[in-house]
């Protein structure tokens, strides 16, 4: 019991390393709306600048200045194809391909959530985890896990709109404004990790306990309720570890860059135009693999480690860190 979190940790770790394909899904599923609650906050300051009023308005705005919420749109359409059918043709070809991308990448975003659970939770029973079976497991469970992250997604930025409209209003009181706006800010980060947590859960039940849509949430609530302490402090480590994973990362980087930025001026220099483009494409194609393979493996151990932690709490249940701890004080005072 006292090691529950470092074993967790060790083993995920354990099932990331021994498993290359998990980095695979562990790349994807590091686009969950969960883990972006962050970005939202630092985005939502130039909600704060605007206004939610504002933000609309722009939106309205950016609509008009494109021709898409007017009649022009479609003259301009029909004036192109009698002048260039081919050319809109192509246009309207490349919107379609693009679209099929976009979709085909939030496919394999949600897909992958699912596999990945599916498949730690077989490595650690020392089941059969073959990436087929797990793809086939995602490709399941496709609509509910989608509707989780659109519903995750759509709730935080309600919340974000929510909050900044009503701390408008609330710095308009001045210091004591400006304190309860700094409040309902601090709820707001504690409502969307929340959120992230029930929502995580709600996708192992769905993965590992083929719990329906509504049955999962309601599962997840009853799981997070009974161990939220422990979730907080789960996700206090694995953001330090992220941490210190990240500015290791930064280093690596930084380090890769110097060597190209040295053959980028020499090629300039000898007016090598051929090895100016090959050693930029160089640094691109290493620098972003590295950072690629770093996110996808960090990811992987992430969802891991999370999905180890339900396994765990929701076969026997566990006691927190701090509770421990607590309940030796007496014990300790007593001593001395």
Known sequence: METLYRHIIKEAWQVVIKRPYLWFFGLFAAFFAGANEYSIIVNSTQIYQTGVPGVLASVLQTLRQTGLSNAPLLKNLMKI???????????????????????????????????????????????????????RLGKSKFWPALGYNILLK?????????????????????????????ISYVLLIIAMMILAFIIKFALCYLGLKDQNFLDSIISAIKLFKNHWLICLEMALLVFLISFVVGLILAVIVAALILPFLLLTYLTLLLKFVLGFFLTITLAFILIFG???????????????????LFIKLDAEGATSKIVRLSKQLPNFFHAN
Do not use: H, M, R
């Open 81 to 135: 194809w009698v002048k260039d059918p081919v050319a809109l043709l192509s246009f309207f070809a490349f919107l379609i391909l693009l679209l099929a991308a976009i979709v085909f990448v939030v496919w394999l975003i949600v897909v992958s959530q699912i596999a990945l659970i599916s498949a730690v939770q077989k490595i650690s029973q020392n089941k059969n985890s073959e990436f087929n079976n797990q793809l």
């Open 290 to 308: 590295v950072i690629a393979w770093v996110v996808a493996v960090l990811s992987a151990w992430q969802w891991s480690a999370w999905t180890l």
């Open 154 to 182: 759509a709730t935080i930025f309600l919340l974000v709109l929510v909050v900044v409209s009503l701390g408008l209003k609330l710095l308009t009181y001045g210091g004591t404004g400006l304190g309860l706006f700094l």
